[in-house]
């Protein structure tokens, strides 16, 4: 709540417009379950070291996030970014890996459809499953407007421009900027 009446504070300063929905989504308070949140840091700290003996152990924790509070659609994201992370990296057959994370992603994003790196998921799994190219660039150019300090979001948008679109330059745009947010 704090966060959204400083951002608005700092919007209505510099005169930014705000949509009627920005305004809405500044406004509210979200309700959070402390203990769904706990668990998802901690996954997010395990998981986010993107070995998979960190993201096995994420997977406890999201569980956990889950069972607290069914609605928190922040640990079914994560849950679909390290689903599709495993099955990249061939850890886990890539339809089920894919599918999966289709599943939780969707799941996320029917609960919260402002969740950048939900979308980035989503984008991902379109790209990598079902070769969407215009579904996966449009769903990573959401993510990053939705969340541009989304490190998950300017890497798999500069994976997506360097492979899919061979757009060296603007890939490397991203790749920096990812970087910039985390240097690890």
Known sequence: AVQGQVARA???AVHAALTPQDLARLSRAPR???EAHLAYLKARHHGDGWTREG???GFAYLQQA???DPTYAPAYASLAKYLAVLGFWGHLPIREAYAKAREAVLRALELDQSLGEAHAVLAF???HLDWDLAGCEAGLRRAIELSPSSE???MAY???LNIARR????GLVHARLALEIDPL
């Open 152 to 154: 998950f979001a300017q």
């Open 32 to 34: 959070v379950n402390s």
């Open 10 to 12: 700092i919007a209505e």
């Open 125 to 127: 799994v379109k790209w």
């Open 55 to 57: 993201i096995e152990k």
């Open 158 to 160: 500069a994976n997506f």
């Open 66 to 68: 889950i069972a607290a």
């Open 167 to 170: 757009d060296l330059d603007s």
